[in-house]
């Protein structure tokens, strides 16, 4: 592989050409790249190909045209269906898999990928389409660490680059984490929306005031980090006890409400997990200790 900091324009391929892979390509082609691409429907790389880019005719020919190969597609079943066929050609190479996917599958073709001659590297991208490459978006990275530092500044662009390890199953083991945050956020929403509802608030006020709250919960968010890390659940202030109670009280009314608490009832549960364990006076961060 060639491992010199491409400086100057590189070879690049994308294969997929999604909403997400439509934007990646157009990044590298802004950068000065020689930009190939290649998609099952040849049609999305009509405006590319108008922009300087190269269609490919198959995969073989898309990976054979390139030093670094980016893949964007629907999931790592499909990377491996692509690249299955072609990989004699992958040797030399280096293949960044910005396809979304679980860990297990991530260090599995990882491992593939390096036993035949090629360097791999594992991506988690975090931004819409709209926002790749302006100061909001930032992708995650594992696996091959000298690839990744070779390529590093033709990826900057697409947003920060955050390097995570070695271990080409850490870029999504962060991203399921990261996700289950924002599915969880978006679970307090939709409670706080159904119980605004039911007296008639209107989802957009409710929301802004949801919003304003919740910028100031987060700062609670790296002292809660803090005591995990430690081990030390030791508090003063927001214990188990209180907020069971509190929480408690908030089912009660919201099923007075006639709005079912799916979402909410099983933190309770994992309150009551640790009341019965007697860490009543420790912190609610302690409530991890129930999903390890």
């Not at 802004?30 to 691409?37: E, I, M």
């Not at 926002?131 to 900057?156: C, K, Q, W």
């Not at 109670?245 to 099983?266: E, F, H, S, Y």
Request: charged residues 15%; aromatic residues 6%; glycine residues 10%.
């Amino acid at each position: 592989m060639n491992t010199a900091t491409p400086t100057a324009p590189t070879t690049v391929t994308v294969i997929g050409l999604g909403n997400l892979g439509q934007v990646l390509a157009r990044a590298f082609l802004d950068q000065g790249h020689q930009v190939t691409v290649w998609n099952r429907s040849r049609g999305k790389a009509d405006e590319l190909v108008a922009l300087g880019a190269t269609l490919a005719p198959t995969p073989k020919a898309a990976v054979e045209a390139s030093e670094l190969v980016v893949v964007c597609v629907l999931d790592y079943t499909t990377v491996r269906d692509l690249l299955t066929p072609v990989g004699d050609a992958l040797a030399g190479r280096a293949v960044v898999n910005l396809t979304s996917g679980t860990p297990g599958p991530a260090r599995d073709l990882g491992a593939w990928v390096t036993e035949r001659g090629a360097a791999y590297v594992d991506g988690a991208v975090y931004a819409i389409p709209q926002t790749i490459g302006t100061p909001e978006a930032f992708v995650l990275y594992s696996g091959d660490a000298d690839a990744f530092a070779a390529y590093r500044p033709l990826l900057e662009p697409l947003g920060a680059p955050v390097f995570v390890g070695a271990d080409a199953g850490l870029a999504p083991v962060h991203d399921v984490a990261l996700l289950s945050g924002m599915y969880g956020m978006f679970a307090g929403f939709f409670q706080t929306v159904a119980v605004g509802r039911s007296a008639g608030i209107a989802a957009a006020e409710v929301t802004e005031l949801l919003v304003r709250w919740l910028k100031e919960a987060l700062g609670a968010l790296p002292g809660f980090a803090a005591e995990i890390d430690a081990g030390d659940y030791r508090t003063d202030t927001s214990n188990i006890d209180i907020n069971a109670v509190g929480l408690a009280n908030i089912l009660t009314a919201t099923r007075a409400q006639g709005v079912g608490v799916d979402l909410l009832q099983p933190l309770h549960e994992v309150f009551q997990r640790q009341l019965a364990e007697g860490r009543g006076s420790e912190s609610m961060a302690r409530a991890i200790e129930s999903l390890r």
